[in-house]
């Protein structure tokens, strides 16, 4: 009401011009109305506002942890563990008295799926399969539940189970948003970076939101897309409500900037990551990856283990390891690596494929010809860019360089989908290329892992530094011939 005065006024000073009688009394009347109707609404809403003892306003109840973490898991996003642990609780109470129940059946195996996500604990997921197929049995076919156990198939690192999954929820209710990023993420793990593309766009139709930028973000990061990939984290960071869900998006944009060697900004994401959720360790882990580079060894060890205490994922004991070695500390890295061992033997019993780790850890660490063995079948199951790569170097480490030189180049090849930029696949193919005699390629390779992330691994760097070094200068025998073959050192 008090918009409709004020344009009367102004309608009232146009008829009247400025200064005359009639158009003084028309203003004061005008927005005497205006003060009063402003008052009126005041006044309701005075009444309508909680007011504290003291006499401020009341803050809005919280969601209860059970509702939060509900809200999280049907829509794909992070959740608190303490909060999802209070939905497991409440979903397996009301379970008991209504067996029939299939949505509630789904979001339990959904929970389940984040818990074992979470807390890097296999045994989570043999429950949540269980929880999914007996929504299944219950209502078939039921998107919620199809889409979840496309969720525990990533989950377990089984990309090919996960599209058949996410395929059939789409068929059931395409128009569920929800569904897309566990495709996303099935296709990106197969290889198949244009399906991938395909879906993050279906999913932009249906969908805005922080979940869906952070979902984009992966996609574009996948294609070379830095700047693109850290606007979009930043923008779902800030657009986040929940902590969890914003510690998770902070991670990722802290593991970009590790990626392109920014390390104040990537320690920066990492600390308010676990300032927001403390069960964020993955955050915690990009703290010990970003110090140990800043040359802060303890604060760096401390870091790991505190990651390896509530999340002990192989890689992070694999990481842990190779710091050790790094500070020749070889005793230490080997009880790490005894660590990986048990931790993916535990795994497997929970159904989740760790292969890829192994082999990274068999092909410097342990049997080069395991690794081959292990990656082969890896890479017949779903050919990613990060197998291809793992691939390449066992066979590089077993003496097969020609073959390695393949993959290493795949890896990192922009049109067959590897435009990651990957300061580790460049020097994986540098190092091949040197033991075939390219030097010129190899010394490229080699400068090239080093302006993407001079600090991408605390053994690496210093052997492609010296490596460089022996290698000097270009020379006019450097420049490549297009139809020379490689040859063996």
Known sequence: MDNDASRDAAQDAAQDGPGTPGRRRRIRRRVLMAAVAGCA???????????????????AAAPAPGAQALAAVTTGVPAALPDLAVLIDERERHLQAHPGDARSWAVLGAAYVEQGRRTAEPEYYPKAEKALRTSLKVRDPNAEALAGM???ANARRDFGAARTWGEAALKADRKRWTTYPALID???????????????DRLLDLRSGPAVQARAAAVYRDRGWREDAAVALSDAAAAAEAPAERAAYLERAGQLAWERGDLDVALRHFQAAVRLDPDQRAALAGQGRTLAALGRTTEALNAY?????????????????ELYEALGMGQAARVQYDLLRERTARAAA????????????EADHGDPDSAVQRLRTEWRRQPGVAVADALGWALYR??????????????????????VRSALYVYHQGMI?????????????????????PHFSPTRVPLAEATLKELGEPSVEDVPDMDAKPKRR
């Open 305 to 321: 283990r505190a990651a390896l205490a509530k999340q002990p994922l192989p890689e992070y004991a694999l990481e842990l390891g």
């Open 398 to 419: 077993a003496g097969e360089a020609e073959e390695a030189l393949k993959f290493a180049r795949l890896a990192n090849d922009k049109k067959r989908g590897g435009g």
């Open 186 to 200: 099935a296709y990106t793990g197969l290889g198949d970076h244009k399906a991938a593309k395909r879906t993050l």
């Open 350 to 361: 929970g159904g989740v494929d760790d292969e890829l780790v192994l082999g990274h850890f």
């Open 433 to 453: 290329e040197l033991e075939l005699r390219m030097s010129g390629a190899a010394r490229r390779h080699l400068q090239e892992a080093l302006r993407i992330n």
């Open 150 to 152: 496309a969720a525990l």
């Open 41 to 59: 609404v005041l006044g309701g809403v005075l009444v309508l506002l909680p007011w504290g003892p003291s006499g401020t306003r009341a803050p």
